[in-house]
């Protein structure tokens, strides 16, 4: 089946350290590869996305790159702020078949100042 | 733009009882998602519709849950009787269209249910 595996949290970090959440899957088809944010008190947003093998999603600093040959999409900021404490989701739909997206288990950062 | 809208944002009932949700999508969509996410995994799609017509209830236990989207614009969830495992944020969402890879979804901000 299709699933979706992170790193587990809680992450804790201080402001301005680089961050990495590790996310992993497994596709019966060619999926297309998210990650999500849900701030406290708020819905699930879409930080970023990529479609297909190599291509680099970008957003409010943060990237992660489609690795087909490795199967995952690793999320990475440079410098960490006090403002990107939040879940953090990552998560993949099939382009073919049942369009459903699939979510990791979320990975908790927070970022202390 | 106004997002997706849910209410109640909390709620609590004892087992047995039942329960609605109520979701305004974001006006234009087509396509209307209830999601179950319990604590500590990530969302979960119960159905999905595409105006309103379901597309995918594989997912969803009918025994105890319905979910209708009458008009094809606003969305309810009911559960009947409740379990203490359906205690769990349910999340509403919308896209345009149909086809979650080429359409974002956009997210409510979930009602979060506890059954005691």
């Known amino acids: 089946g299709n699933s979706v595996t992170q790193m587990e949290g809680p992450v804790t970090l201080s402001e301005e350290a680089f961050l990495t959440i590790n996310c992993t899957y497994t596709?019966?088809?060619?999926?297309?590869l998210f990650w999500y944010v849900q701030y406290p008190g708020e819905g699930l947003q879409l930080l970023l996305k990529a479609t297909k093998a190599d291509d680099k999603g970008s957003n409010k600093g943060f990237e992660a790159t489609y690795r087909k040959e490795t199967t995952s999409f690793h999320l990475e900021k440079g410098s960490v702020q006090v403002s990107d404490s939040a879940v953090y989701f990552c998560?993949?739909?099939?382009?073919?078949?049942?369009?459903?997206?699939?979510f990791g288990q979320g990975t908790r950062l927070t970022i202390n100042p | 733009e106004a997002g997706v809208a849910q209410s109640p944002r909390y709620k609590i009932i004892e087992k047995r009882q039942s329960v609605a949700f109520w979701c305004n999508p974001i006006s234009g969509h087509a396509t209307l998602y209830w999601y179950q996410q319990i604590l500590g995994q990530g969302p979960k799609l119960l159905i999905q519709?595409?105006?309103?017509?379901?597309?995918?209830d594989s997912q969803l236990p009918k025994d105890r849950f319905s979910a209708e989207r009458l008009k094809g614009v606003d969305s309810t969830l009911k559960i009947q009787p409740a379990k203490l495992e359906d205690s769990a944020v349910y999340l509403c969402a919308s896209s345009i269209g149909e086809g979650g890879w080429s359409y974002e979804q956009y997210f409510g901000p979930g009602t979060r249910l506890t059954v005691t």
């Open positions: 519709f595409q105006n309103n017509g379901v597309v995918d």
């Open positions: 596709a019966t088809g060619y999926p297309s």
């Open positions: 998560a993949l739909i099939l382009v073919q078949g049942a369009q459903k997206l699939v």
